[in-house]
């Protein structure tokens, strides 16, 4: 088993809007912890760790946050849900933690990344990406950090689908439709369109 990032996280007492902006002004980010019960727990975290800590895991890998209560500390697994940001200082304002089980299965949104040189690139077409992110479903420690598609043998007028793509081990993508994730297109279909959107 992987041993997870950790972020040290405090309960916070008081609630609301006031004693939120006081929080802020001392460098700290008032948040809720979710746990799997569905219980919240009002929590405070250092700002710079926590910007670090979500550069690393976005909203889809999972860590532990170490919560200090009754003289213990605890580790809880989570994935970030989300960050809230000031639209002016563009700083986190508000976090949210969501618990989750180690042994059950979660869904989440795994970016992804094209590797190689497609032949219908090579030929004069344009490769066309049209998801960056795919939902998959799995353990929360078998989460990739991306999904690598190798888009070398795609050829012009040719698209690699969601059933398609090699997954991780312990990886299954979420999907009813089996969409379209990255093809090659000629040149002209592509200026055509252009030009139809003008």
């Not at 618990?99 to 990344?113: A, F, P, S, T």
């Not at 040189?117 to 479903?137: P, Q």
């Amino acid at each position: 088993m992987a041993e997870l990032m950790s972020l040290a996280v405090s309960p916070r007492a008081e609630k609301g809007k006031c004693p939120c902006r006081r929080i802020r002004t001392q460098t700290l980010v008032p948040g809720i912890y979710y746990n799997k019960q569905g219980a919240n727990i009002a929590v405070q975290v250092e700002m710079l760790p926590l910007t670090k800590m979500f550069g690393k895991v976005g909203s889809s890998r999972v860590f532990n946050i170490e919560v200090e209560q009754n003289g213990k500390t605890e580790a809880l697994p989570v994935l970030i849900k989300s960050v809230q940001y000031d639209p002016i200082k563009s700083r986190p304002i508000h976090v949210d933690f969501y618990g989750v089980d180690l042994d059950r299965d979660i869904k989440v949104e795994v970016r992804v990344v094209m590797e190689g040189k497609a032949k219908g690139i090579v030929l004069g077409g344009l490769l066309e990406v049209f998801r960056d992110s795919i939902e998959v479903i799995c353990k929360p420690l078998d989460v990739p950090s991306k999904i690598v598609i190798d888009v070398t043998d795609l050829d012009i007028g040719v698209n690699l689908h969601v059933a398609d793509v090699k997954m991780p081990a312990g990886v299954r993508p979420v999907f009813e439709d089996n969409f379209a994730v990255v093809g090659v297109v000629a040149q002209e279909a592509e200026e055509t369109k252009a030009a139809d959107a003008k």
